[in-house]
């Protein structure tokens, strides 16, 4: 069966605090449904890239958090890739229910996926 899969960053401008920050949160769509989850970060409004999905520059604050993207990309990619692999359901309400802190621990219980 065939999937369609992407994640999107984003900042939820209408929960900014008074600082001028707001939350980031990934989209995660499949099959055309999304979840959205929070990452627990939160950014300078104007300091976000929504073409990127990152932040700007080359600051310390800019790199952490471009890392801390990078890794959540890379972990549900892989995850996803283990749902397909195993014939498992693999829906947006999964992703969403999954803490981004456990996703390094389900696939390290799973095992990396074999990509050929």
């Known amino acids: 069966?065939?999937?369609?899969?992407?994640?999107?960053?984003?900042?939820?401008k209408n929960k900014a605090t008074l600082d001028g920050k707001a939350p980031i949160y990934a989209r995660i769509t499949v099959n055309g449904k999304r979840a959205q989850i929070s990452i627990q970060r939160k950014v300078l409004?104007?300091?976000?890239?929504?073409?990127?999905?990152?932040?700007?520059g080359t600051s310390a604050e800019s790199r952490t958090i471009n890392s801390y993207?990078?890794?959540?990309?890379h972990k549900l990619q892989k995850l996803q890739e283990r749902f397909i692999d195993e014939g498992k359901t693999v829906t947006?309400?999964?992703f969403s229910l999954i803490n981004f802190d456990?996703?390094?621990a389900?696939?390290?219980?799973?095992?990396?996926?074999?990509?050929?």
């Not at 993207?69 to 990309?73: C, G, K, M």
Request: hydrophobic content about 45%.
């Open 1 to 12: 069966m065939y999937h369609t899969f992407s994640i999107l960053f984003f900042l939820q």
């Open 45 to 56: 409004i104007e300091k976000w890239d929504s073409t990127t999905g990152k932040l700007k």
């Open 69 to 73: 993207i990078d890794s959540i990309r």
């Open 92 to 94: 947006a309400l999964v």
């Open 102 to 104: 456990a996703i390094s």
């Open 106 to 116: 389900v696939i390290s219980r799973c095992g990396e996926p074999n990509i050929s």
